[in-house]
């Protein structure tokens, strides 16, 4: 399948007139004569004309021409000889489109999030490749955050790579690494940083008082698997689109009621904490570049049974 190479500009005479016409009601709503014989309307369609004449040469290049201009995108050496090759001309004019169309210079975040894609295609080892990344324009995480200086010109990558472990850290070689490729594919002014992510700590508790015949230890097991997916950095299963938790969002302890009234056998949910250190709250504030750690353990749920009109502890 062959490329198809774009046609510059492909407008006629009246396509020029017909629009430059059109600009007028916009540009200046008092003239209103467009006849052919108006002065103004005469110097659009010499001004069409001569346009017509530019545009025409423009998909008119010698294939000499051609090759010089592959010398300057293409950044190699290009045989001249090509110019007699018409086919293998058309291959290097190919392949110049392709490489155009591919993302190397990092200006956007979306541009450094692409270009973390690609290093994980160029990476044989596990250890190197990475799982998340999320760019913070405007940021310098390397700096202690008692310097206040202005950050305008720094960029921040918090990467996790691909590991089993419960909070995720970029090694010192994966970030090293990532920083001197980075480097030739950044802009000339801003200077940009890979760390790893922050982790908030946070012991998410809660009583559940089961409905008549639940197994109270599949309902245990159940709820420590959801609230674990649910606060995961990396694998949050059917949450967050399986990305993890989101950097930098809240933690509020009405998202688990929630998540724990969904759980099948469990009739209703009181006494949700969220322990931070040593403070119960219900909402737990995140750094932008933060993610959760939830540490759970089997006390974490109190399950309550129903005993006739009254509830009693498992």
């Not at 010698?62 to 293998?88: E, M």
């Not at 949700?272 to 119960?280: N, W, Y």
């Not at 933060?290 to 309550?304: E, G, I, K, N, R």
Request: proline share 9%.
């Amino acid at each position: 399948m062959t490329l198809p190479l774009p046609n510059l500009d492909d407008r006629t005479y009246a396509d020029l007139v017909a629009e430059a016409r059109s600009h007028i009601i916009l540009e200046y709503p008092d003239w209103t004569d467009h006849n052919p014989s108006d002065p103004g309307i005469v110097v659009i369609e010499l001004l069409a004309w001569l346009a017509e004449l530019a545009l025409y040469r423009v998909n008119q290049l010698p294939d000499a021409n051609t090759v010089a201009y592959l010398k300057l995108l293409r950044g190699k050496d290009i045989d001249g000889s090509l110019q007699d090759n018409p086919a293998a001309l058309q291959r290097e004019i190919r392949q110049a489109l392709t490489d155009l169309r591919q993302t190397y210079r990092a200006v956007t975040p979306a541009d450094f999030a692409t270009l973390i894609e690609q290093w994980n295609q160029t990476q044989t080892d596990p250890a190197l490749q990475v799982k998340r990344v999320h760019c913070l324009p405007g940021c310098n995480l390397d700096r202690p955050p008692a310097k206040t200086r202005d950050d305008s010109a720094h960029i921040s990558l918090v990467v996790l790579p691909d590991t089993a472990a419960a909070q995720p850290q970029p090694s010192p070689d994966l970030m090293a690494q990532l920083h001197q490729w980075f480097a030739p594919r950044q802009l000339l002014t801003v200077h940009h940083h890979i760390v790893g992510p922050q982790y908030v700590p946070i012991q998410p508790s809660a009583s559940l008082y089961l409905e008549a015949g639940a197994d109270p230890v599949r309902v245990r097991d159940q709820a420590m698997t959801e609230v674990e997916n649910f606060f995961h950095p990396l694998a949050s299963n059917q949450y967050w689109g399986g990305d993890g938790w989101p950097f930098g969002r809240s933690v509020y302890s009405s998202e688990l009621y929630a998540l724990l009234d969904r759980i099948p056998g469990v009739d209703y949910v009181q006494a949700v904490r969220l322990d931070a250190g040593a403070t119960a709250m219900d909402e737990i504030a995140i750094a932008p570049h933060a993610l959760v750690s939830a540490s759970l353990s089997p006390d974490s749920f109190t399950l309550m049974e129903p005993t006739g009109d009254e509830w009693r502890a498992i």
